[in-house]
């Protein structure tokens, strides 16, 4: 038993089930296993394995056949079924018919009892129900699910049973247990009705069939058809499609063919055709006749509810079948008898549209719509990017067919009305088609395959039915520009009645020259459904044998260039029998193109046509024969009832005419019957047309055509579609736009629009603030950058007007109050639910499209007129020119009045004139990013201004990233071209996007368009969002008069160049000089962007080529091609002043065989009837495919955008592309943050290289201290060397390695930054170099002092020698003695022997030099080739010591300035300030020199002055480049210099002489000589003694020594890994950090230092925040225990292992240890030789000992170093922290020319030096030469400026600030990124303008009032935004 099954492998089941619940429940669905309403509360759980446990649940309490139903279906599913839950035999068979038919649906006493819950009771009025449909009491709602299956029952196709239709609470229509007809439901949808002639309404021409109520009759049935529909050959059509045949194969396949019916008495039936499934299936039909079935009951539909199968039961009105009719029947009667039987009773109109929603199930069913009938399918899901986006989309399933057709629709693609499958060859057919067929056969007839696919009229209804209503719209759009014919009347497929289509063609818009203005050159522009024309339809009577729709194809097609309008028979899937779309009625129209010899009707005309028999569809023909001119019948013959149905149109306004067949036995019958019609629809004999067999159908359309135009010519009815939708009201048929919310919108807007006459006028009244004053600011904006209107007014008084001018505008924005417009549109777009704001939008778009055609039509009528009236006065002209620009008038306009009123809100909060409480349009941005989530497109750039309201746009895609949660990463793709190139219509072809693109409404400024990418896809492409830029066309006509237009196509250019990851050039061919002026904007973009870091994409576009070898015919223009962007690339460098030479190739990549795209025209034809040219949408398509594929492959390699860094790329772009010099101007907070973290990064792995260096320092220094003076011989240093060189290639390697790995981990922004990469390259050679400099240097040194101990150290040893010698006979001498001498006495005995031991002993000591007399000798020798003045001047000299007391004064004589010729005075001032400067930070550099080599400890040596001479020779080289300074100058420098060195040199000597005294360094070693000689006099075990001294007086110093060395490399370690590490990490940070916290102590002093002495105020800056650092921390002690702590460790390994390697003595032990810290530590020889005098300990015992008394020494010397105190440990390491750390965070040391401000670039070694903020030059000391005020301007401002400066370096003469690179190439000083930038210098200025004055002997400066309005926390502001602080 199924049931059973499913109970007991329920678990089994769920585990299979849930990996495809989707899949199952669609599957089940179609099958009608589950309900709809069942299904869609299952579709609505969200948990897979819930959604299948409770589908299981409803398939058990459908019995036992749902469940061998939905065993068999999951057989059909998985073809691996586990065998458990293989379907069993079916068992709930009952009785049979008479044709041995097994049915499963009578409620049989056998299944009644076998399965109660299946058992269901017959309807209240059918006691017999011979049809086989059960249906559910009307009592018995509470359980739907007992219905029981009742369509016939296979028992070898058991799928094929399905259940009845639920009974729907909700919608008592559906229910079909009931005969009643609801009183509240509209008239009979299908119900045949005639027209009176007086035109009152519809009425039934024959009331004799309609239904009664609740009799036995009224059954299931369905309205036959006529025989056969031309449309769909072969297929008897059923009106509303209610009849079904059950497939044994697939459930959702669809009807073909005629099903049997029953009829009132048995007779038998000769049966034809095919019935699939289930073989033959004999007729029950009713007449007096046997009736002959044909067709095919084909596989697979899905029947309704209301559908009847054939059944064993007598007398009941079945399915309808098609007999041949031989006798008189009743017009009113719709089913098709066979013409020869009674006439059968009518139908209920409930069955007839539930045997429609059957159908209609059934198809979205196949189609898997279903889920959309609810949820509608939107626009925003048809444009989604997913997976699909990139394969050639062929359908290979039913369910591919509607995203076939919407995908290759929005494509504009002509093949997308096809709905064939794709099918995969397999090697079965193969072999087959090969070998034959079956039984060996070579040649067989294959049957029609059209089962598998569906009819395309049925797909493009259920896509319509399953779209919202602006899908719908975008549909007809897409399918007019097709030429594709557009349902004007859909079927009543989910309503009572057929829909006009009227909001759906809202949005289409022709243009077309009529005869009338053919002439004239003119043209008409308008909607389609305004548009009034004649319409004439056409319509078919019963079957016909020629195609309707093809006729109609061929007479709208002109001569050479035939079009399928309309689906026909012939077409690809139009032989496939229609499942829905029988009643559609489809319009197309014919426009003409204004040629008398081409065109087919001189104006426009409509035709319609209705699919399937106007009998059934009598309500769609009483529509048309309102609104048409004439009406077409096409019939083959006519009967005595359809004789009846016709005279009922007497009096019609409609002119009918007779498309007649003849067919041979009826023609007599027919014209007899025509010829009785004639007088009632006043025919005459012109209105027949008979279309033989014999003729083709040119003749029959030339006939048509005739009479086409003389119904033009002579019909005054004359209707758009807006006219019709009256006509349709009458009617009863529905019309889409009478929709609540579609009504709701459209009151608003009529409400805006009735106030718009004049469109420039309107605007001018309504939208004041987008007028003047918003070009007026946009023109303030530019001048603020470009200051080219400055004249003689102060710099920054005239930045100071321009900022209050701005305001003063902003100001009368504010004051504007809203228009009533703006009142109502912001109510529309605030108040309104989000579908009515989508419908006011809409609407808007629509109304304000006409208002503008009509003014532009009648402008450019009167701009023709005045053309010619006029002559030479071209300014009505020019006035009428300017008119028609402003009569543009798009929803775009009121957005960007919203933007204005935003922005001027904004300034005034910013400003302090409102608080945040009064702001009424805060909320605008938010409903600006609902739109643009909605697929509306929104302005970025201001066409009309050339302006970007940059707080409007930056706020609007802050709220989307909002309102995406963050999830915001997108693409940008932009388009570039000359105007109507057809931009706009690439990327709507390319995205299905809704750029605008009617004539007069070209793209002004730029648009962007978010498409969402799928989130299955996100990851693979990389972005969340696609984000399309359209912009306007470059080299517009309106703007070529302008001087700037080059300019401002220059702007636009860079602007979304540099916005864009792709940029699509888009050129035509036909204009080469046109396309050259693009490309040099283009390329000059590129250069552009090339020069900032950021290289997009390019493709380059060829429109209108055609020719198939275009690729091939074009390589050698693509080679021209290159060799001219080559060429244009050299001339933008020249005109951007780049010095290097460039080609195209190196500001992108660019393959000329892989960029560049030949796309054939738009259109295939003649506008306005050509449709879109198929090579056209499938370049288009190449393109769009080829895009997906580079943004899939680059996705890995470069990190997307999201929304706030695309504002930012926004907000600089901007901002540089205002400023005439692009590339100087650019700032991006994104690039600088790049740069940050690059640097950051660059200076750790600049440490680590230096700390490492600094540790093999240490080790080496200490490894040269412990050998001996002797090992140090020549090839020591030459071994460094070497080591040196290969240590400092790996750590070049290692940190270049580490940069490239750092730039390919496609880490944020990283390609911004790449231009840089070589300055960090350079760098790290740099840093090499230095180091090796460095460790060479320390190297020599090392070695040279322990070379210099040499002699001191051998004396030592001889002296030792013999004061041991001494010691030992003493020691005899003592125990010889007969009493044992007491301490006191033994203490006598050895100070006695101590004492004439030393005065032994010939102690000699180094001779104290006379240092300075040596320097004096150096100087002397430095300057002997300098004549004899300098030789005087040295003889007169006083001695060099004298100098240290006394500081450096400038002297007049110091400085030569005979040679200028400008005031003295002012260069005076000038060369004497430089000099001074130089002097200083000379003698600054020459201390540092000094303190490094006095702090080595060693003696002084010659090479130290010649170094030092070196040094300043080389540093006043210098300064004498820029001026000339006298001989006494460089005297007395070298004299103080070498004066306070020799000083220092000579204490240092003295110091080594002291420190090496052979002497003392005897009396340091008599206490321990002493201790042992008492030791061994007692003849104590003096081990312990021994091992304690070890500790102490070896251990401990060395220990100390090793502290001194390595803590301060571990200082800076913590430090820089500390939460303090990020003020440090990179010169801008520091910056920063420096400031802010000057600003927070606002003390003047240290604004001095920091300005005047950057150098030393970094250093004091750093080392006091270390003191602070670890005062607050308290980590110096932990640092210090953990340093010991390393080498206390090493010590302890070091006695272990020496104590393993079998020492004899406690000497090679020791020398073992030694040398195992050889690196570490400097163990005194002396000490260690005193200790090891007459020692017997054991190696043993003195290593335990030793290791006893470590923790005591660890403790000491911590204790020491706390004892200390913070500064001075500081004091104490040889290895200055501060120091690195300053080198970190000082970097190259050169400051800006003008304001002293330090560069801030990262590495060592960089091109070029910057400066994050400027200021103002004042600070550094400049003043004006008149007035001696400071100066308070800013160099920020200044280069942008027409100023100009003169300096040392111009020679004093006037230079621009303009070309400031001309003297300093290296800086580069960039415009302020903003007008607030400079508010933190502009704030300390003010605020100690009169101490600065005083500091530098000058007036303060007169200050803008402006300046003085900036506060402390808008100072603080400033820095954080310049700094990316924020």
């Known amino acids: 038993m199924a049931f059973e099954t499913i109970r007991r492998e329920r678990e089994q089941l769920i585990a299979l089930l849930v990996t495809t619940p989707d899949s199952v429940l669609d599957e089940v669905a179609s099958l009608g296993i589950v309900t709809e309403e069942e299904y869609e509360a299952l579709e609505k759980l969200s948990e897979p394995r819930e959604r299948i446990r409770r589908l299981l649940i409803k398939v058990q309490r459908k019995g036992e056949c749902g469940c061998e139903q939905f065993l068999e279906c999951l057989k059909s599913l998985f073809s691996d079924l586990p065998p458990d839950l293989q379907p069993p035999a079916r068992l709930c068979v009952t009785q049979t018919n008479e044709a041995e038919n097994p049915a499963c649906g009578t409620s049989s006493k056998k299944n009644g009892e076998e399965n109660p819950e299946v058992l269901v009771t017959l309807g209240k009025n059918e006691p017999q129900n011979t049809g086989g449909a059960t249906s559910l009491e009307k009592n018995d709602l509470e359980n739907p699910e007992t219905t029981l299956p009742h369509e016939e029952n296979d028992l070898e196709n058991p799928e094929t049973a399905l259940p009845h239709e639920e009974n729907d609470l909700e919608n008592p229509d559906s229910s079909p247990s009931s005969g009643k007809i609801d009183p509240e439901r509209p ?29 036995p009759e009224n059954l299931d049935t369905a309205f036959p058809s006529k025989k056969n529909d031309p449309e769909s050959p072969g297929s008897a059509r059923f009106p509303e499609k209610d009849a079904a045949a059950v497939s044994p194969e697939r459930a959702d396949s669809e009807v073909s063919g005629n099903t049997p019916r029953c009829g009132e008495e048995e007779k ?38 209301d559908v009847l199968t054939p059944e064993s039961r007598p007398k009941t009105p079945g399915v309808a079948m098609s007999v041949e009719r031989s006798g008189a029947e009743t017009p009113g009667d719709s089913a098709s008898a066979d013409r020869s039987g009674a006439e059968t009773p009518a139908t209920s109109p409930n069955k007839v549209h539930g045997g429609r929603r059957g159908a209609v199930k059934a198809v979205l069913s196949k189609l898997k719509l279903r889920k959309f009938r609810n949820r509608k399918l939107r626009l925003r899901d048809v444009l989604e990017i997913s997976p699909e986006s990139l394969k050639d989309w062929t359908p290979h399933a039913l369910e591919d067919l509607p995203w076939h057709f919407l995908r290759k629709l929005m494509a504009l693609n002509g093949t997308a009305r096809s709905t064939s499958l794709g099918h995969g060859t397999s090697d079965e057919d193969t072999s087959e088609d090969e070998e034959g067929g079956m039984g060996g056969e070579v040649f067989s007839l294959r049957t029609d395959d059209s089962r598998n696919s569906l009819h395309p009229l049925d797909v493009l209804c259920a896509v319509l039915l399953c779209a919202d209503s602006f899908l719908q719209q975008e549909i007809l759009a897409k399918m007019s520009m097709c030429q594709f014919a557009l349902p004007l009347l859909l079927p009543a497929l989910d309503t009572p009645k057929c829909t006009l289509m009227l909001w759906a063609m809202r949005d289409i818009v022709r243009k077309w020259r009529p005869h009338s203005l053919a002439e004239s050159r003119g043209f008409r522009e308008e909607s389609l459904v305004l548009t009034a024309m004649p319409t004439v339809s056409f319509v078919r009577l019963g079957s016909c044998s020629f195609s309707k729709s093809q006729l109609l194809n061929e007479l709208l097609s002109p001569a050479q260039q035939h079009h399928d309008f309309f689906i026909h028979r012939d077409m690809e899937s139009g032989n ?269 778009k629509f109304h304000l499209d006409h208002i503008a055609r009509g003014n532009l039509s009648r402008l450019r009528a009167e701009y023709k007129e005045k053309c010619h009236t006029l002559g030479n006065d071209t300014q009505p002209l020019a006035e009428l020119d300017e008119l028609i620009s402003a009569s543009s008038l798009g929803v775009e306009h009121f957005m960007r009045e919203l933007g204005q009123f935003y922005e001027a809100e904004c300034s005034m909060v910013k400003e302090g004139n409102m608080g945040n409480i009064q702001r009424q349009f805060i909320h605008l941005p938010g409903i600006a990013a609902d739109l643009m989530l909605e697929g509306f497109p929104m302005e970025l750039i201001d066409g009309d201004a050339s302006n970007i309201p940059l707080q409007w746009v930056t706020d609007v895609l802050t709220q989307l990233h909002a309102k995406l949660e963050g999830r915001s990463k997108m693409l940008v793709l932009t388009v570039l071209g000359v105007q109507s190139t057809g931009k706009s219509t690439l990327l709507n072809t390319m995205f299905g996007l809704q750029f605008a693109v009617s004539s007069g409404r070209c793209t002004r400024g730029a648009f962007m368009s978010l498409i969402k990418v799928a989130e299955n896809f996100q990851q693979e492409l990389g972005c969340d969002f696609i984000l399309v830029i359209d912009t306007e066309g470059l080299k517009a006509p309106e703007l070529a008069k302008l001087e700037d237009s ?163 790329w926004v907000r600089s772009l901007w901002n540089a592309v205002k400023h005439e010099n692009f590339i100087f101007s650019f700032r991006n907070s994104l690039v600088a943050e790049a740069y940050t973290q690059l640097s950051v990064k660059y200076a750790e792995w600049e440490w680590d290289f230096r700390k490492e260096m600094h540790l093999w320092v240490s080790n080496t220094e200490t490894t040269i201290q412990n050998q001996s003076p002797d090992d140090l011989g020549p090839g020591t240093l030459e071994k460094l060397r070497l080591e040196v060189h290969q240590m400092l290639h790996s750590g070049e390697q290692k940190m270049l390695q580490n940069l490239q790995s750092y730039f390919e981990s496609g880490a944020g922004s990283l390609h911004l930054v790449e231009k840089y990469r070589e300055d960090f390259h350079r760098s790290t050679t740099f840093l090499r170099h230095e180091l090796e400099s460095y460790l060479l240097c320390k190297s020599e040194e090392a070695i040279r002092i322990q070379k210099g101990r040499r002699k001191i150290d051998c004396l030592q040893a001889r002296y030792m020698k013999t004061i041991e010698g001494k010691v030992d006979r003493l020691l005899q001498d003592c125990r010889e003695r007969e009493m044992e001498l007491k301490p006191k006495e033994l203490e006598r005995e050895f100070a006695k022997m101590w004492k004439e031991t030393l005065a032994e002993l010939p102690l000699e000591s180094l001779p104290l030099r006379q240092i300075h007399k040596d320097v004096h000798y150096q100087l002397c020798k430095d300057l002997e080739n300098r004549g004899s003045l300098v030789k005087q001047m040295l003889q007169k000299a006083q001695n060099l010591l004298n100098y240290q007391s006394k500081r450096f004064r400038m002297k007049k004589e110091y400085l030569d300035l ?34 490094q080599k006095v702090r080595s400890c060693g003696d002084y040596d010659q090479t130290y002055c010649r170094e030092l001479l070196w040094t300043i020779n080389e540093r006043l080289q210098e300064i004498t480049r820029k001026m000339c300074t006298s001989a006494s100058f460089e005297v007395d420098l070298k004299l103080h210099i070498l004066g306070e060195a020799a000083s220092a040199f000579q204490k240092m000597h003295e110091d080594f002489l002291k420190e090496n005294d052979p002497q003392r360094r005897l009396e340091e070693l008599r206490p321990q000589y002493f201790s042992t000689f008492r030791d061994l006099y007692y003849e104590k075990d003096a081990c312990q003694k021994r091992a304690f001294d070890f500790c102490e007086q070896c251990l401990r110093p060395a220990l100390w020594e090793y502290m001194k060395k390595r803590l301060g490399i ?100 020791l020398d073992h240890f030694c040398q195992a810290l050889c690196k570490e530590l400097v163990i005194s020889k002396d000490s260690l030789e005193v200790i090891l005098f007459k020692t017997t300990a054991s190696i043993g015992q003195f290593s335990a000992d030793v290791q006893t008394f470590l923790p005591q020494v660890e403790e000491s010397i911590l204790s020491g170093w706390e004892e200390l105190g913070i500064e001075m440990v500081f004091t104490q390491l040889q290895f200055k922290p501060q120091d690195e750390i300053f080198q970190r965070v000082f970097g190259c040391g050169k400051q800006c020319p003008f304001c002293k401000v330090p560069c801030e670039a990262g590495g060592g070694d960089h091109k070029e030096h910057f400066a994050s903020v400027h200021r103002p030059q004042g600070l550094g000391r400049y003043s004006y030469e008149t007035s001696h005020r400071l100066v308070y301007s800013l160099c920020s401002s200044d280069v942008v400026s027409s100023q100009s400066f003169r300096n040392l370096n111009t020679a004093f003469k006037w230079h621009p600030y303009k070309d400031y690179r001309r003297f300093y190439p290296t800086w580069r000083i960039q415009p302020d990124p903003s007008i607030n930038a400079s508010d933190y210098w502009k704030f300390i200025f003010r605020k100690f303008n009169r101490q600065f004055a005083r500091e530098y002997n000058a007036e303060p400066a007169d200050l803008p009032p402006e300046w003085k309005k900036i506060i402390k926390e808008q100072a603080l502001d400033s820095i954080r935004e310049v700094f990316n602080m924020e």
């Not at 002119?655 to 006043?682: C, H, V």
């Not at 904007?1081 to 080529?1105: T, Y």
Request: hydrophobic share 35%.
């Open 187 to 215: 008239e009979d949808p299908e119900k045949p009705e005639a027209v009176l002639p007086s035109g009152k309404g519809p009425v039934t021409p024959n009331s004799s069939t309609s239904p009664t109520k609740n009799g």
């Open 268 to 305: 038998p039936a000769a049966v034809k055709g095919n019935v699939e499934g289930s073989g033959n299936t004999p007729s029950h039909g009713g007449g007096e006749k046997p009736a002959a079935v044909k067709g095919n009951v084909e596989a697979g539909a899905i029947p309704d509810a």
């Open 576 to 844: 496939v029998p229609r499942a829905i779309a029988d009643g559609l009625v489809e319009i197309s129209w014919y426009f003409p193109a204004g040629t008398e010899n081409l065109d087919l009707f001189p104006e426009p005309v409509a035709v319609t046509n209705l699919r399937g028999d106007i009998e059934s569809h009598w309500l769609q023909f009483s529509f048309l024969t309102e609104v048409s001119s004439a009406v077409f019948i096409v019939t083959e013959s006519i009967s005595e009832r359809e004789f009846a149905l016709l005279s009922s149109l007497q009096g019609s306004a409609a002119k009918f005419y007779f498309i007649f067949s003849n067919q041979a036995g009826k023609a007599k019958e027919t014209l007899r019957l025509l010829n009785k019609l004639a007088p009632l629809l006043d025919m005459n004999k012109s209105q027949l047309l008979v279309k033989e067999k014999s003729n083709n159908s040119t003749e029959l359309v030339k006939k048509l055509r005739s009479i086409l135009r003389g119904v033009m010519s002579s019909s005054s009815k004359c209707a758009n579609i807006q006219d019709m939708a009256v006509t349709a009201r009458e009617l009863g048929i529905q019309v889409e736009e009478d929709g609540g919310e579609c009504q709701t919108a459209l009151q608003h807007i009529l409400e805006i629009t009735a106030e718009i006459q004049d469109v420039a006028k309107y605007k001018q009244e309504m939208l004041r603030l987008q007028g003047d004053l918003w070009k007026s600011l946009a023109k303030v904006e530019k001048e603020l950058c470009r200051m080219k209107t400055q004249r003689d007014v102060p710099l920054e008084d005239y930045r100071s007007h321009l900022r209050e001018r701005w305001l003063e505008l902003r100001r009368q924005q504010n004051q504007c109050d809203l228009t009533s417009g703006m009142v109502k549109f912001i109510s529309g777009i605030r108040q309104l639910c989000p579908v009515e704001k989508h419908h006011f939008l809409k609407w808007m």
């Open 1046 to 1208: 080059y300019e401002h196509d220059n702007e636009l250019a860079t602007l979304v160049i540099g916005l864009s990851d792709i940029t699509i050039v888009n050129m035509a061919m036909e204009n080469a000089t046109e396309m050259k002026d693009v490309l040099q904007i283009v390329v000059h973009a590129f250069l552009r962007m090339e020069e900032i870091g950021h290289k997009p994409s390019c493709q380059f576009v060829h429109q209108n080529v055609s020719d198939v070898s275009a690729h091939e015919q074009n390589m050698r223009d693509r080679k021209h091609l290159l060799e001219q962007l080559n060429e244009m690339t050299k001339a933008a460098a020249r005109m951007e002043k780049q010095s290097r030479e460039m080609k195209f190739s190196d500001i992108m990549d660019y393959d000329p065989e892989k960029h560049s795209w030949y796309i054939p025209g738009l259109w295939h034809g003649v506008p306005p009837m050509a449709p879109v040219n198929m090579g056209y949408s499938e370049s288009v398509s190449e393109l769009k495919k080829y895009l997906f594929e580079f943004m899939r492959h680059r996705s890995p390699c470069r990190a997307p955008k999201d929304i706030p860094q695309f504002v930012e």
């Open 1458 to 1491: 005979s040679w200028y010729r400008v005031p003295v005075e002012f260069i005076t001032q000038q060369y004497w300030r430089e000099v001074e400067e130089f002097v200083k930070s000379l003698v600054e550099e020459c201390r540092t020199y000094i303190g």
């Open 1610 to 1709: 571990e200082i800076v370690d913590d430090f820089l890994s500390s939460g303090e590490s990020i003020e440090y990490g990179s010169r801008s940070f520091f910056q920063f950090t420096v400031q802010k916290k000057l600003l927070e102590e606002m003390d003047f002093n240290n604004y001095v230092k920091y300005v005047n002495n950057y150098e030393g105020f970094v250093k004091s800056w750093i080392q006091t925040r270390l003191f602070e650092h670890y005062r607050e921390t308290g980590d110096l002690g932990e640092l210090e225990g953990a340093v010991l702590a390393t080498i206390m460790k090493k010590i302890r390994d070091a006695l272990e292992s020496s104590e393993r390697r079998d020492a004899l003595t406690i000497s090679e032990f």
